[in-house]
Nanobody, 115 residues
Framework: QVQLVESGGGLVQPGGSLRLSCAAS????????VGWYRQLPGRQRELVAT???????NSADSVKGRFTISRDNAKNTVYLQMNSLKPEDTAVYYC?????????WGQGTQVTVSS
């Protein structure tokens, strides 16, 4: 059974940091490109950052220099380190895995940036 389980979301003040984790199971994690997307109510889901199976990374301009994506294939886990958080980063963050043939989504974790 394929699972992507996110954790690490929560409430943080502007300027603070959070680290999201996504634990994968049920597929060969190391062969998948994985990433993080986010969605605000009434808005389309948008790319935050991705990391390929060969560990090449890509991120949205809005988070460059603040967010870092990484993966640990031994733990079947992808991380998103979020620093210098802003209120506009508030969203539900989703983990995504894509092989080109199959794609999977996690259930999402809420990140709220507010004073």
């Amino acid at each position: 059974q394929v699972q992507l389980v996110e954790s690490g979301g929560g409430l943080v003040q502007p300027g603070g940091s959070l680290r999201l984790s996504c634990a994968a199971s049920g597929f060969v994690f190391s062969t998948y490109n994985v990433g993080w997307y986010r969605q605000l109510p009434g808005r389309q889901r948008e790319l935050v950052a991705t990391i390929s199976s060969s560990s090449g990374t890509n991120s949205a301009d809005s988070v460059k220099g603040r967010f870092t994506i990484s993966r640990d294939n031994a733990k079947n886990t992808v991380y998103l380190q979020m620093n210098s958080l802003k209120p506009e980063d508030t969203a539900v963050y989703y983990c995504h895995a894509n092989s080109g043939w199959h794609q999977y989504w996690g259930q999402g974790t809420q990140v709220t940036v507010s004073s």
